[in-house]
């Protein structure tokens, strides 16, 4: 196991090996989900492209895809980023940056919630997973990118993608508390999400 402290290093070395997406990662055939990211007073901060694993878990690829075509996705907040772990975002319900973000986290969608599809990808720093409560099959609108490598999570999350584009964007997002689990009291944003097939 990496000791916490080397974390960082290990990232640096990441971002200077290939400043824009992960090294030894390269685009597979998509679907692309392509996100935006704003700072809280609107200040575009790049993008961040996402290589979806439609092979790989399937419903849940189709639910993001949707989510982001209907404009679900567009100004909800990164709500829970732990400097060193993740950045979790996807709250259609209760994540919007013009609303009240209090109970960020806590929702979902209108849509029903996903059967878990646990596949043999590896959390790694830049992988997509899908967030869920104590019920394996209760993934349904939020997801979360890795900034580190996060094995134990391995079977027990469904991976559906992998960070190919703007690790520099996902590396500067807004960090929160680490002694509120990661709360953001000031988070950036998704300003648009789109698809690119």
């Known amino acids: 196991m990496l000791h916490k402290a080397l974390i960082p290093a290990l990232l640096m070395a990441a971002g200077a090996a290939h400043a ?20 809280s007073k609107g200040t575009a901060k790049g993008k961040i492209v996402l290589d979806l694993y439609s092979d790989k878990a399937p419903k849940h690829v189709e639910r993001l895809t949707a989510l982001a075509k209907s404009g679900a996705y567009d100004g ?4 829970r980023v732990i400097d060193g772990f993740m950045a979790q975002t996807g709250d259609v ?16 969608s209108d849509l029903p919630d996903l059967a878990a599809e646990f596949n043999d990808v590896s959390f790694q720093a830049g992988t997509v997973g899908m967030a869920r409560s104590q019920d394996p099959n209760s993934a ?14 391995d079977g027990q999350y469904t991976v559906v993608g992998q960070l190919v584009d703007g690790w520099d964007v996902l590396n500067a ?6 002694a509120a689990n990661g ?4 988070p950036d944003y998704m300003v648009k999400v789109t698809v690119e097939e």
Request: glycine share 16%; net charge negative; charged share 15%.
């Open 173 to 178: 997002i807004n960090k929160g508390d680490p």
């Open 140 to 153: 349904n609108s939020q997801f979360f990118i890795d900034l580190a490598p996060a094995t134990f999570l």
């Open 93 to 108: 319900q209760f994540g919007k940056q013009d609303g009240d973000t209090a109970r960020a986290g806590m929702g979902g």
């Open 76 to 79: 909800v907040v990164f709500h």
């Open 20 to 39: 824009q997406g992960l090294p030894g990662v390269t685009d597979g055939p998509g679907p692309n989900l392509v996100i935006e990211v704003a700072d």
């Open 183 to 186: 709360a953001v009291s000031d």
